[in-house]
């Protein structure tokens, strides 16, 4: 694997505001001229969240995929983040990795937050996604999934992880802000992998506060890098896949994990 450069985007999202957060979040990158591989924006990075998808989400045509890709050709590095989609009669939240070439890959949200009622509007995903960069594979998911520990969990195969870097968008209220900062921090440990949180700050249309917290974690749980807390930032941490290995050929973890399998039904 080769060292992996991330750009990560803790933004004061505008309530139910596409056009002008897309606008944002493109400001915010361009003051960041440095190259980088991968820029993660939070969940819902259009609109915030929880909003009714019925006015808000786009298809994948629309101008938010193609926003992505322009962006992501500017910049030449990959743009990941989630958005309210509707497919059909379907609406989802939708994790996008948009690459410089137009292809991208797309994540349903599996776990919808029912105790903010998204599960009344949201159709839960059913298919974890495991992309690749630089030699990392990669698991991105959305905010809620990081309490689920078993949707979370990487496996171990003939010597082999099944991924190197779990990534989680999120719209993470600060008066959970402890949960966060903790699971982030657990997940890495537990799967021997390094994790991306990346999380608003400001306040939503319904009055939620947000702290931010977003950060990067290295395999053994330590912090690499971080966005200051409650301020809109964008902050930089370049992993080193030569250390993630000789983390793991030290003291590997991986070879007494339980197996198991998992059932989306």
């Known amino acids: 694997m080769d060292d992996l450069k991330l750009l990560g985007v803790q933004a004061d999202l505008v309530w139910e505001n596409p056009q002008q957060n897309r606008l944002r979040l493109e ?12 820029i993660l924006l939070p969940e819902t990075f259009t609109t915030g969240f929880p909003v ?3 006015p808000f989400a786009e298809s994948e045509e629309g101008e938010s995929l193609q926003w992505m890709h322009r962006l ?12 309210l989609l509707k497919t059909g009669n379907r609406f989802s939240n939708s994790l996008i990795w948009m690459r410089p070439d137009g292809s991208y890959e797309r994540y349903d949200k599996r776990h919808v937050f029912s105790m903010g009622g998204e599960h009344h509007t949201i159709q839960p995903g059913q298919k974890q996604l495991t992309v690749q960069l630089k030699g990392w594979n990669i698991r991105p998911m959305v905010c809620y999934d990081l309490r689920f520990p078993v949707w979370s969990k990487n496996h171990y ?21 402890y949960p966060w900062n903790q699971l982030l921090l657990a997940r890495a440990i537990e799967n021997q992998a390094c994790i991306v949180g990346i999380n608003r700050v400001g ?13 990067v974690v290295d395999a053994k749980g330590q912090i690499l890098s971080e966005a200051p807390e409650g301020k809109e930032a964008a902050f930089t941490a370049t992993l080193s896949g030569k250390e993630l290995q000789r983390f793991r050929n030290k003291f590997d973890v991986g070879r007494d994990w339980d197996s198991f399998t998992l059932d989306t039904n």
Request: some cysteine; overall charge negative; hydrophobic content about 35%.
């Open 27 to 38: 400001q915010i990158i361009d003051l960041h001229q440095e190259a980088c591989d991968l």
């Open 52 to 54: 009714d998808p019925q």
């Open 72 to 83: 992501s050709q500017k910049t030449g590095a990959v743009i990941t983040g989630s958005l």
């Open 157 to 177: 195969q003939n010597g082999v992880f099944e991924y190197d870097l779990a990534i989680y968008v999120a719209n993470w209220p600060a008066v959970r802000a």
């Open 203 to 215: 306040k939503d249309g319904l009055g939620n506060l947000y702290q931010g917290d977003s950060k």
